[in-house]
């Protein structure tokens, strides 16, 4: 019943994050339609990235992983009264240090820019357009940051459906200036980052309407102080170490990518573009069973109830592993049919295909570590450690890093996306050991025969894939090449869930319950 519960919320969060994704993909599709992998791409992706990449600093990240344990325990142990105060402390102060953050972000954003994207500099008024778009930008923090913080409240009292939905909105405003205002303006790519504060503001207003209609007494009474405050910062001060390392990995790429002499042109783009691709299976299957069974484990952990944390962490793996192995073996195979119909057209042509592919090609070999990692730290994070994540994250940045070096040149950017696949992979081994040593075993002998009889079956399918693309011919037309490559994404899903329901694999029994339990409710 437990795994049932975790696999229905899962099952909701995915679908919400699906119907977000698509747009998102939608989004993608307009942007590169406006602008390919060119110079405007280029530094529109470069700016954008600081400010959403720090909101993990400050929301979804270092705060939500130290502030959903506690939120909890105080649920559990004193009732929402004090758990609201706790909440509306939270809030309050962290809209303050996020303003004195915006604040020094808007003033050095030059500064920040020229450290960030170095190479941007070898071409005339590169650099200065980024710190422009930037500095336009990083007021979105304030307000992500805020949304992140009501997304961590509203999972921690088992309300899913707002957090997974409200991506959407930002989604919709780039939408809605790309399609309806993007050649009313002056300099379309300004305008792209204006609609990005629109859709900052659109999800915490949503967010912030559904937390006041749980109780949230915002606006009822004026809260600074709850002794759990100081607690939760303790706590953040290592998790945010662990973020920061994962932002230096991020902004080291962005480094590496920058010297196109070294890696190619539209390097960085690319990169962008084929992360957006990896991370829509790593979103709608990954992290939506992270986000469904981190309260379950935070829950287990205040109960000082060990045995079901181990059964959590156990069918968490297993889990993601279902779905995001097969769906990594699809990506490989049909990756160049995928870009080609998204992006392919005006400013995407077939060299920014080419190269998205590549980097594609190489993230998916790491997506199933990618996924695993978001739920093993999820268990050290209930337990309140937040030390051996970061710990482990900066060993895998190192080792990132110097992958980066030696493989960039002899691989262009798909050694940047290779480097960042395998410092994944060893983060996620590394986390294995040293949770079993915290909290004993959670039957890691069954996790991994599910890996290699899922990877066995994936792998089958894969063959199944590359006999249907041979059979089915490339057509001429959007529509023809749309019903050819969904025709194959069925027959992929089909053959494995096939496969998978004649092996009796119990994840796949578990979510069919699941999923059938939910709709007759």
């Known amino acids: 019943m437990r795994e049932e519960r975790i696999a229905r919320s899962a099952a909701g969060i995915g679908m919400a994050t699906l119907g977000s994704r698509i747009l998102g993909f939608l989004r993608d599709v307009l942007i590169a339609n406006c602008f390919g992998t060119g110079i405007f791409a280029q530094v529109f992706f470069a700016a954008f ?94 307000f992500i940051a805020l949304a992140a913080l009501m997304m961590g409240i509203l999972n921690s009292l088992r309300h899913f459906a707002a957090p997974a939905l409200a991506p959407i909105i930002l989604n919709v405003s780039l939408i809605t200036f790309l399609v309806f205002f993007v050649r009313a303006v002056e300099e379309p790519v300004v305008g792209l980052a204006v609609a990005v504060i629109i859709g900052g503001v659109g999800q915490l207003a949503v967010l912030l309407a559904v937390a006041l209609k749980k109780g949230f007494p915002l606006g009822r ?55 957006r691709l990896m991370q829509f299976p790593l979103a709608v299957f990954g992290l939506a069973m992270a986000t469904a069974i981190f309260p379950a484990m935070a829950r287990s952990v205040s109960k000082n109830d060990l045995p079901a944390l181990r059964e959590t962490v156990s069918f968490g793996l297993r889990s993601v592993f279902l779905l995001t192995i097969p769906s990594a073996v699809g990506m490989i195979i049909l990756r160049t049919p995928i870009i080609s119909l998204l992006f392919e057209r005006n ?30 730290s999820r268990g050290f994070y209930s337990l309140k450690d937040m030390v051996t994540p970061v710990k482990v994250a900066g060993i895998a940045m190192v080792l990132n890093i110097a992958l980066n070096l030696a493989l960039m040149r002899p691989l262009k950017v798909g050694g940047l ?36 009889r899922i990877l066995g079956i994936s792998a089958f399918m894969g063959v199944i894939l590359l006999a249907a693309a041979k059979f089915l011919p490339a057509a001429d037309s959007f529509a023809g090449e749309l019903t050819r490559l969904c025709a194959l994404i069925l027959i992929g899903v089909g053959s494995f869930a096939g496969i998978s329901l004649l092996f009796n694999m119990e994840e796949l029994a578990i979510f069919k319950r699941a999923i059938s339990k939910r709709k007759s409710s």
Not at 96 to 119: D, K, W
Not at 347 to 369: E, M
Request: hydrophobic share 55%.
């Open 49 to 142: 990235r600081i400010p959403n990449l720090m909101r993990r600093l400050f929301g979804e990240g270092a705060l939500s992983a130290s502030f959903i344990p506690v939120f909890t325990g105080e649920l559990v142990k004193k009732g929402r009264d004090s758990a609201w105060d706790l909440a509306l402390a939270v809030f309050n102060i962290l809209a303050i240090v996020l303003a004195l953050v915006v604040l020094l972000g808007v003033v050095f954003s030059p500064l920040i820019t020229r450290m960030v994207v170095p190479g941007f500099a070898a071409v005339p008024g590169k650099l200065e357009l980024t710190s422009r778009l930037l500095r336009i930008m990083f007021p979105y923090l304030f």
């Open 221 to 275: 009474r004026l809260v600074f102080y709850h002794p759990l405050v100081k607690k939760i910062a303790l706590l953040m001060l290592p998790a945010t170490v662990g973020v920061a390392v994962y932002q230096i990995n991020i902004f080291v790429d962005s480094i590496c990518a920058s010297y196109e002499s070294v890696v190619g042109r539209g390097a960085l783009a690319a990169l962008w573009y084929a992360d």
């Open 347 to 376: 400013q995407f042509d077939q060299y920014s295909t080419q190269i998205t592919s590549t980097a594609l090609l190489y993230y998916c070999t790491g997506l199933f570590a990618y996924a695993g990692i978001h739920v093993l």
């Open 417 to 452: 996306s290779l480097a960042t696949a395998i410092s994944a992979a060893v983060n996620f081994c590394l986390l294995i050991y040293l949770l079993r040593g915290k909290i004993g075993g959670f039957g890691e002998r069954k996790v991994l025969v599910s890996f290699l």
